[in-house]
């Protein structure tokens, strides 16, 4: 027979069955199935045992312990007739609870009253606004109590979510899914709740928030398409060559909360390279700001890799996302005049930064072209020192060398006027050039290379002939020198028979004796 009944409707019941079952085996429920294996058992809607196999969290040893069992509980069959049938409590109390599980979702509305909070669940009453005499016993488990804990309290007007069920002791509870602040004043007091709630855990601390980038380009945009907010955002944005990724999503009303936690994390996941995101819309009342103001969306920013930034509302509203926000602005225009504003500020610097570039450049290159004139007078000082240094010892040495062997060497003089000649026509090609560097500089080094050359061309010219005029050079021709009491002999009547002279040639000296 076919099955009617919504996959929430048989994820209730089979709830409701592994529920019973943990209590009978004394253990936690999650520990038969998870919630959300049973959420994709529903949807399947299993008919034989081989089904089961294709489904995750199924395994071999679990479908031979409860497979034949899930399959009858997900088939819809009708109560029994009671009419007909005598059945004890415990019987006729399951058959209400298998009843009961065939509704769809519930929605009741009421004020809290008398909550009693426990480590992991909670329990309160909800009384009718009008009637006070009517109301329905709830109770919160552990798998939403964290997330709701911060709305029971004692006043609140809610909307409460969940799927009603009759315990063993008589007595119908509300198994709450949801609670839903209602009116103004409960969601401010939920609102102020929630704020200190996350204040208290650091998620407002500066400290914990990323920077903004100082250059930003590529931008994922989290909004409705259809609202004003957009408009508004694309109208202030300047033409900077931004790149805008439109996320669609809704901004309030039942799926806001699950949209926006969804395209946070996709930007995230598919755009990890984007700059930032930014959360926009526009104002409303409390209600209508409601998933901007849902710790769900608060902690979707908090986990995000990418800076957040978020412009909800106009200036006087202020909302959670806001304050966990990496940066929150009053308003969408705000957050489009803000990126405007930063590049405009960045482009400011960077033509600030050019421009003194520039100008230490300038004064770096004059610098610069100051030294190399210092540099190349300096280099001028130091070969004309050389060259004079160099033209003393030589005429020293040429001095000693006529005092020494003045008939030997009379040609010397004349090398040495000479070579005296050549050092003097240099040194005044040179003044002409050092003349030429003061209205050229860029020619100081072919002109230095071209000295420089012939300098060391006619310098090897007059070494070879003063290495040809050279005693020693005499000595290795072949010719020799006489000396007498270590002076030269330059005459045969300087000696006489017996005297004891030294004949120096190129290579040693022979010691004889007149005969």
């Not at 294709?54 to 409860?66: C, D, E, L, M, N």
């Not at 002791?169 to 609670?179: F, M, P, R």
């Not at 100082?214 to 909004?223: D, K, S, Y």
């Amino acid at each position: 027979m076919k099955n009617n009944l919504s996959d929430k409707q048989i994820f209730e019941k089979l709830r409701l069955w592994r529920n019973d079952l943990a209590k009978k085996k004394h253990i936690k429920p999650f520990m038969i199935f998870p919630n959300d294996t049973l959420e994709r058992t529903a949807k399947a809607r299993p008919e034989k045992i081989e089904d089961l196999y294709g489904i995750k969290g199924w395994g071999p040893t679990k479908i031979s312990r409860y497979g034949e069992k899930i399959l009858k509980v997900i088939k819809n069959k009708k109560v029994n007739d009671l009419k007909k049938e005598v059945v004890s409590v415990k019987v006729f109390l399951g058959l209400m609870n298998r009843k009961l599980a065939e509704m769809s979702q519930v929605k009741v509305q009421g004020e809290i009253s008398d909550p009693s909070l426990r480590e992991r669940y909670a329990f309160f009453s909800l009384k009718d606004t009008d009637m006070e005499d009517y109301l329905v016993n709830c109770f919160l488990g552990w798998d939403t109590f964290k997330e709701l804990k911060d709305l029971i309290e004692e006043g609140f007007e809610v909307i409460i979510s969940g799927f009603p069920r009759i315990y063993k002791n008589g007595k119908l509870s509300l198994q709450v899914e949801n609670i839903k602040p209602v009116g103004q004043g409960a969601l401010k007091r939920a609102f102020e709740a929630l704020k200190k709630k996350l204040k208290e855990k650091g998620y407002f601390a500066p400290e914990r928030k990323k920077e903004i980038p100082a250059f930003v380009q590529n931008i994922g945009l989290i909004t409705s398409s259809k609202s004003a907010a957009i408009k508004d955002f694309k109208q202030n944005l300047g033409n900077h060559g931004f790149n805008v990724f439109l996320k669609d999503v809704s901004v309030e009303g039942e799926n806001a909360i699950g949209d926006i936690v969804s395209a946070i994390d996709y930007f995230n996941k598919e755009k990890p390279d984007l700059d930032l995101l930014i959360l926009i819309r526009g104002g409303g009342s409390l209600e209508s700001l409601k998933a901007f103001n849902s710790e769900k969306v608060a902690q979707s920013i908090i986990r995000s890799g990418l800076p957040v930034v978020t412009g909800v509302g106009h200036e006087r509203d202020k909302t959670i996302a806001g304050f966990v926000s990496d940066k929150m602005l009053s308003t969408p225009t705000a957050v489009a005049n803000f990126l405007d504003e930063n590049h405009q500020k960045l482009k400011d610097v960077l033509e600030s930064n050019i421009f003194n570039l520039n100008q230490n450049m300038k004064v770096f290159l004059k610098t610069r072209q100051k030294h190399q004139i210092k540099l190349s007078d300096n280099l001028f000082q130091v070969f004309s020192h050389f060259l004079d240094r160099y033209s003393f010892s030589l005429s020293h040495f040429t001095e000693k060398l006529f005092n020494g062997l003045r008939s030997v060497f009379q040609k010397f003089q004349g090398l040495e006027n000479q070579f005296i000649n050549s050092f003097n026509v240099y040194e005044k090609r040179i003044n002409q050039k050092k003349h030429k560097l003061d209205f050229s500089f860029n020619k100081l080094t072919n002109s230095f290379k071209d000295i420089s050359q012939e300098f060391k061309k006619q310098l090897m010219v007059n070494s070879n002939n003063l290495n040809n005029s050279n005693p020693l050079s005499i000595l290795k021709r072949g010719y020799s020198i006489t000396y007498k009491n270590k002076k030269p002999v330059k005459d045969v009547k300087q000696v006489k028979k017996g005297d004891l002279i030294n004949t120096k040639l190129y290579k040693g000296e022979i010691k004889s004796k007149v005969k």
